[in-house]
């Protein structure tokens, strides 16, 4: 496990919470921009980060369907279904995501594509906060190096949004014509 890269992906923006559209939440769908916005964000991410050997997701229809993505848009593995990912987060709830990636030692790398709070409280046990400290956003994509396995510790090498990301490619393109003038 000593060196192994984990990646965590939380779910691209969803349609917001409805009892009545959705009474069961784990149905809930993205939202046509979110899945729009994921989907471009998802064909740059190979550009800077190597696909996992190994995707885990939680079966909860916004969060595969992001997986579903990374799929065909990064060129990633397909999503294996993980129940441990299908959780609204919690103490217990990172302890059993610890224990997880220990069945996955051996990999060289692996992600993980789920739901907050959990994941930015799993994150935030593997750098050794005792408190949630980060919060992630919609789609976002973080990359831990795993440097210590007793505890299971690791250091933050990015913390990706998709609206960064995506800002940043508009400038670029911005920057490109203005010197073309």
Known sequence: MFGMKLILVRHAKAKERDAKRFPDDSLRPLSANGRREFVKFARRIPRWLEAPSLVLASGWTRAWDTADILQSQSKWPAAKRCEALQTEGGFA?????????????????????????????????????????????????????????????????????????????????????????
Do not use: W
């Not at 995501?97 to 935030?124: I, M, T």
């Not at 919609?138 to 998709?162: D, H, M, Y």
């Open 93 to 181: 709830a990172v302890e059993v995501l610890l224990q997880l990636l220990g069945k996955y030692q051996n990999e060289k790398c692996v992600a993980l594509v789920g739901h907050e709070p959990a994941l930015g409280q799993l994150l935030s046990r593997l750098m050794g906060a005792s408190e949630r400290a980060i919060d992630f956003a919609k789609g976002a994509v973080a990359v831990v190096e795993i440097t210590n396995a007793q505890p299971l510790r690791g250091e933050l090498q990015a913390l990706v949004t998709p609206s960064t990301a995506l800002n940043r490619l508009k400038k670029s393109r911005g920057l490109d014509r203005r010197n073309r003038k």
